[in-house]
């Protein structure tokens, strides 16, 4: 997986995470059928040592 390619899944994923964050994420099993907001859900960040790829929240 390229630099560029990490970096778009990364911004993907923390789009995802935003939505559930702010309550706006859809959940079909909920009455209210959001699902539930995120009190404190930080961005996901990459850190890379040479060939190993870490994920930090």
Known sequence: MTDVERRKFLD?????RS???RGEAVDKASKSKYAPMAA???KMVRQCYS???KLVI
């Open 12 to 16: 993907i994923h923390n789009e995802y």
């Open 19 to 21: 939505l559930v964050a």
């Open 40 to 42: 404190r859900m930080k």
């Open 51 to 53: 060939v190993r790829t």
